[in-house]
């Protein structure tokens, strides 16, 4: 979850059934979404939301920290040419919550048995932020599976920055800071701060716990290791090897800034700050390649948004939306 990591770092210091579920304070019907639940592993389920459509598959996959309703601002705009899903990944949310299985292969396989689940021979995909991992990983392994890929600010490095972290306590991370905010409203006003756009109200009940009584804010909805295990599981990625149709929408931040800040900040033990200020020149000039790479390949539209931060389809809708209809009618 690399919103403008500056910003964001600065506020932190088998077979498979399907079953029905029912959406926040629902009786399982929704003017949005159907909710189901998909097996992908003994013991663990992926909640996954039908936006409903007609057309090839268009799937969704949420970043690191949200879940699949993050998406209810931008899922329904491909109704109209595409059957529409969103999956919550493992340990968050509403889906299963299982201490193991967070590196980029399994969860890319929980991806792969859950279209098994659903019926879904092939299906274009679009992820966020670390939900590149698992794109890249169906990409490579099972490209039959796979008609197209879009990539939503998710081509950093993740792995990179897992090598860089091993070994060391995991740093401040780019997550708002939200202990002591006294309602829903102030946590969405937080977030709309930093985010540059409006989380939609399900993400809310969904990504965070509220007290019943007070509704003041308690804690994130997840595994309370799933973001460490997530981050420290990330795979390097080979954009090469992904040959089919590729769409990359992206902003000008990368992860150069967040090693920046960890190189600066006084918030951050000595050590890691030397570690960070070592290691800084080489994620530039490895940032620099990895683009060069993706815009010499002939098979990768790239589009950039400057200024969009993370959440690009929050503060650029109407951009995000064009750019994702023209390649999904190629």
Request: aromatic fraction near 8%.
């Amino acid at each position: 979850m690399r919103t403008s990591w500056l910003v964001f770092s600065l506020s932190l210091l088998c077979a498979c059934s399907t079953t029905p579920s029912v959406p926040p304070g629902g009786d399982g019907t929704d003017p949005l979404h159907q909710v189901r639940r998909v097996q992908v592993a003994e013991g663990v389920e992926l909640e996954v939301l039908d936006y409903g459509g007609k057309g090839p598959a268009l799937v969704f996959l949420p970043g690191l920290g949200s879940t699949a309703h993050v998406y209810d601002v931008l899922a329904p705009e491909f109704t109209a040419t595409h059957h529409v899903y969103a999956f919550t990944r493992r340990g968050f949310g509403a889906s299963s919550w299982p201490t193991t299985g967070y590196d980029s292969a399994t969860l890319g396989h929980d991806v792969l048995v859950a279209l098994d689940g659903l019926g879904l021979a092939k299906a274009t995909l679009a992820g966020h932020s670390l939900a590149g991992d698992e794109l890249n990983w169906l990409g490579i392994h099972h490209p039959e599976r796979v008609e197209a890929l879009i990539f939503l600010d998710a081509t950093d490095n993740r792995g990179e920055i897992a090598d860089f972290l091993k070994g060391h306590p995991l740093p401040p991370l780019p997550f708002s800071v939200l202990d002591g905010q006294p309602s829903r409203e102030a946590v969405a006003a937080i977030l709309e701060k930093d985010l540059g756009g409006r989380f939609p109200p399900h993400e809310l009940e969904q990504a965070y716990e509220f007290d019943a009584t007070t509704g003041a804010y308690l804690r994130y909805h997840r595994l309370p290791e799933a973001t460490e295990l997530s981050v420290r599981g990330a795979a390097e990625p080979d954009f090469a090897k992904l040959k089919g149709p590729m769409l990359a929408i992206s902003d000008e931040q990368a992860f150069a800034g967040w090693v920046e800040f960890l190189s600066q900040s006084e918030s951050v033990p000595a050590d890691l700050r030397e570690r960070a200020r070592a290691f800084l020149p080489e994620v530039r000039e490895h940032e620099a390649a990895q683009d060069a790479l993706l815009r010499g390949m002939p098979n990768w539209k790239l589009v950039r948004l400057d200024g969009a931060g993370h959440y690009l389809w929050l503060t650029r809708h109407a951009e995000v939306v064009a750019a994702m209809r023209a390649f999904l009618a190629r």
